[in-house]
Protein backbone atom coordinates (compact mmCIF):
# COMPACT_ATOMS: atom_id res chain seq x y z
CA UNK A 1 0.00 0.00 0.00
CA UNK A 2 1.53 3.39 -1.37
CA UNK A 3 0.76 5.68 1.76
CA UNK A 4 2.91 8.68 1.01
CA UNK A 5 0.80 11.90 1.03
CA UNK A 6 2.28 15.27 -1.10
CA UNK A 7 1.18 18.58 -1.33
CA UNK A 8 1.84 20.30 -4.85
CA UNK A 9 0.66 23.58 -5.37
CA UNK A 10 -1.79 23.55 -2.57
CA UNK A 11 -3.51 20.22 -3.18
CA UNK A 12 -3.15 17.04 -1.45
CA UNK A 13 -2.61 13.42 -2.88
CA UNK A 14 -1.60 10.35 -2.59
CA UNK A 15 1.96 9.91 -4.37
CA UNK A 16 4.57 7.70 -5.82
CA UNK A 17 8.09 7.50 -3.76
CA UNK A 18 10.56 8.54 -5.84
CA UNK A 19 13.15 8.10 -2.86
CA UNK A 20 14.84 5.29 -1.09
CA UNK A 21 14.95 5.20 2.59
CA UNK A 22 18.32 4.28 4.02
CA UNK A 23 18.27 2.75 7.46
CA UNK A 24 21.03 2.56 10.12
CA UNK A 25 21.86 -1.11 10.51
CA UNK A 26 19.77 -2.72 14.18
CA UNK A 27 21.26 -2.04 17.50
CA UNK A 28 21.09 -3.19 21.02
CA UNK A 29 18.52 -0.67 22.68
CA UNK A 30 19.10 -0.49 26.27
CA UNK A 31 15.76 -0.05 28.61
CA UNK A 32 16.46 3.57 30.29
CA UNK A 33 14.86 4.11 33.98
CA UNK A 34 14.34 7.55 35.56
CA UNK A 35 12.50 8.17 38.62
CA UNK A 36 11.39 4.35 38.46
CA UNK A 37 9.87 4.61 34.96
CA UNK A 38 11.17 3.72 31.27
CA UNK A 39 12.01 6.95 29.73
CA UNK A 40 10.31 6.93 26.39
CA UNK A 41 11.73 9.84 24.25
CA UNK A 42 15.25 10.13 23.68
CA UNK A 43 16.71 13.48 24.85
CA UNK A 44 17.17 16.26 22.57
CA UNK A 45 21.10 16.18 21.39
CA UNK A 46 21.21 12.43 22.72
CA UNK A 47 23.70 10.47 20.87
CA UNK A 48 22.20 7.15 19.79
CA UNK A 49 24.13 6.12 16.92
CA UNK A 50 27.86 4.34 16.65
CA UNK A 51 30.35 4.54 14.72
CA UNK A 52 30.03 0.53 13.98
CA UNK A 53 26.50 1.68 12.42
CA UNK A 54 27.28 4.13 10.26
CA UNK A 55 30.16 2.46 8.60
CA UNK A 56 27.63 -0.70 8.20
CA UNK A 57 24.77 1.78 6.62
CA UNK A 58 23.87 0.11 3.39
CA UNK A 59 24.29 2.79 0.34
CA UNK A 60 22.14 1.92 -2.59
CA UNK A 61 24.63 2.54 -5.32
CA UNK A 62 21.86 4.39 -7.78
CA UNK A 63 18.70 6.60 -7.32
CA UNK A 64 17.91 8.93 -4.95
CA UNK A 65 18.36 8.07 -1.30
CA UNK A 66 17.41 9.75 1.48
CA UNK A 67 19.82 8.84 4.22
CA UNK A 68 20.50 9.16 8.04
CA UNK A 69 21.92 12.83 9.39
CA UNK A 70 24.80 10.74 11.06
CA UNK A 71 25.41 9.06 8.00
CA UNK A 72 25.82 12.18 5.85
CA UNK A 73 27.63 13.71 8.46
CA UNK A 74 30.36 10.78 8.72
CA UNK A 75 30.45 9.44 5.08
CA UNK A 76 30.14 12.91 3.42
CA UNK A 77 33.01 12.74 1.04
CA UNK A 78 31.81 9.28 -0.12
CA UNK A 79 28.13 11.28 -0.92
CA UNK A 80 29.43 14.73 -2.44
CA UNK A 81 28.95 13.61 -5.93
CA UNK A 82 25.78 12.33 -5.88
CA UNK A 83 24.52 15.60 -3.34
CA UNK A 84 25.79 17.48 -6.50
CA UNK A 85 23.57 15.61 -8.48
CA UNK A 86 20.76 15.99 -5.96
CA UNK A 87 20.36 12.19 -5.25
CA UNK A 88 20.69 13.02 -2.08
CA UNK A 89 17.96 13.64 0.81
CA UNK A 90 18.44 13.81 4.79
CA UNK A 91 16.48 11.82 7.31
CA UNK A 92 17.07 12.73 11.09
CA UNK A 93 15.17 11.53 14.17
CA UNK A 94 13.27 13.93 17.02
CA UNK A 95 16.02 14.15 19.50
CA UNK A 96 18.95 14.98 16.69
CA UNK A 97 20.17 18.63 16.50
CA UNK A 98 19.53 20.79 13.55
CA UNK A 99 23.12 22.29 14.31
CA UNK A 100 24.88 19.23 13.55
CA UNK A 101 23.55 19.48 10.20
CA UNK A 102 24.10 23.08 9.81
CA UNK A 103 27.95 22.56 10.20
CA UNK A 104 27.78 20.20 7.50
CA UNK A 105 26.00 21.39 5.07
CA UNK A 106 25.39 24.98 5.30
CA UNK A 107 23.07 25.54 1.91
CA UNK A 108 19.86 22.92 3.25
CA UNK A 109 18.55 24.07 -0.36
CA UNK A 110 20.97 21.95 -2.04
CA UNK A 111 19.49 19.03 -0.52
CA UNK A 112 15.87 18.17 -2.52
CA UNK A 113 14.66 16.93 0.76
CA UNK A 114 14.81 16.56 4.53
CA UNK A 115 12.81 13.91 6.24
CA UNK A 116 12.14 13.91 9.94
CA UNK A 117 11.24 10.76 11.82
CA UNK A 118 9.05 10.66 14.60
CA UNK A 119 9.63 7.79 16.80
CA UNK A 120 6.31 8.14 18.94
CA UNK A 121 3.16 10.00 17.91
CA UNK A 122 3.51 12.35 21.29
CA UNK A 123 7.03 13.70 20.00
CA UNK A 124 5.99 16.97 19.47
CA UNK A 125 9.16 18.09 18.46
CA UNK A 126 8.67 17.35 15.10
CA UNK A 127 6.60 20.16 15.03
CA UNK A 128 9.50 22.56 16.19
CA UNK A 129 11.99 21.20 13.64
CA UNK A 130 9.65 21.83 10.67
CA UNK A 131 9.34 25.14 12.16
CA UNK A 132 12.35 25.89 12.48
CA UNK A 133 13.63 24.20 9.13
CA UNK A 134 11.46 26.56 7.13
CA UNK A 135 11.70 30.06 9.29
CA UNK A 136 15.28 30.16 10.39
CA UNK A 137 16.91 28.51 8.11
CA UNK A 138 15.22 29.00 4.98
CA UNK A 139 14.50 25.25 3.28
CA UNK A 140 12.41 25.40 0.44
CA UNK A 141 12.52 21.84 -0.25
CA UNK A 142 10.26 19.01 0.29
CA UNK A 143 10.10 18.72 3.90
CA UNK A 144 8.67 15.31 5.07
CA UNK A 145 7.47 13.19 7.83
CA UNK A 146 7.06 10.17 8.49
CA UNK A 147 6.96 7.14 11.30
CA UNK A 148 4.54 7.30 13.81
CA UNK A 149 2.37 9.41 11.85
CA UNK A 150 -1.33 9.76 12.20
CA UNK A 151 -4.67 11.53 11.08
CA UNK A 152 -4.92 13.87 13.24
CA UNK A 153 -1.57 15.21 13.13
CA UNK A 154 -1.19 16.33 9.15
CA UNK A 155 -3.35 19.41 9.78
CA UNK A 156 -0.43 20.67 11.92
CA UNK A 157 2.49 19.00 10.74
CA UNK A 158 1.28 21.33 7.18
CA UNK A 159 0.75 24.41 9.76
CA UNK A 160 4.65 23.17 10.69
CA UNK A 161 6.00 23.44 6.88
CA UNK A 162 5.93 19.92 6.26
CA UNK A 163 4.50 18.92 2.56
CA UNK A 164 4.69 15.44 2.95
CA UNK A 165 3.84 13.02 5.24
CA UNK A 166 4.47 9.10 5.34
CA UNK A 167 1.33 7.77 7.21
CA UNK A 168 1.24 4.64 9.34
CA UNK A 169 0.77 1.15 7.20
CA UNK A 170 -1.97 0.62 9.26
CA UNK A 171 -4.01 4.07 9.06
CA UNK A 172 -5.30 5.23 5.63
CA UNK A 173 -3.74 7.63 3.49
CA UNK A 174 -7.27 8.67 1.82
CA UNK A 175 -8.96 9.39 5.26
CA UNK A 176 -5.53 10.99 6.16
CA UNK A 177 -5.86 13.70 3.69
CA UNK A 178 -9.18 14.94 4.64
CA UNK A 179 -7.80 15.72 8.00
CA UNK A 180 -5.65 18.53 5.97
CA UNK A 181 -9.17 20.31 6.10
CA UNK A 182 -10.11 19.97 9.30
CA UNK A 183 -10.06 23.56 10.20
CA UNK A 184 -10.92 26.24 7.83
CA UNK A 185 -9.16 29.07 9.22
CA UNK A 186 -6.89 28.45 11.63
CA UNK A 187 -6.47 31.58 14.29
CA UNK A 188 -3.05 31.44 14.95
CA UNK A 189 0.11 32.44 12.56
CA UNK A 190 2.40 29.63 11.52
CA UNK A 191 4.26 29.03 8.26
CA UNK A 192 2.03 28.12 6.30
CA UNK A 193 0.15 31.42 7.36
CA UNK A 194 2.31 33.84 9.54
CA UNK A 195 -0.49 36.21 9.80
CA UNK A 196 -2.97 35.02 12.54
CA UNK A 197 -6.64 35.89 11.60
CA UNK A 198 -7.18 39.24 13.43
CA UNK A 199 -4.92 40.39 10.93
CA UNK A 200 -5.99 38.57 7.84
CA UNK A 201 -9.30 40.24 7.91
CA UNK A 202 -10.43 43.87 8.08
CA UNK A 203 -13.48 44.19 10.65
CA UNK A 204 -14.29 47.24 9.95
CA UNK A 205 -15.27 50.32 12.11
Request: net charge negative.
Amino acid sequence: MNNLVKIENGLAAIANDDWTLVQLPATQVEERIQAGKVVLFKLTGESTVTEEQIADTVIPASGKIIVPLSVFVERNNELASRIAQGEVGVWLATHELLEYLIQQQADLNALPIIAVFVERFADGRIFSLGTLLRTRYGFKNELRAFGDVLRDQLFFLKRSGYTSFVIRQDRSAQEAIASLNDFSKPYQGAVDEPQPVFRRYNRGN
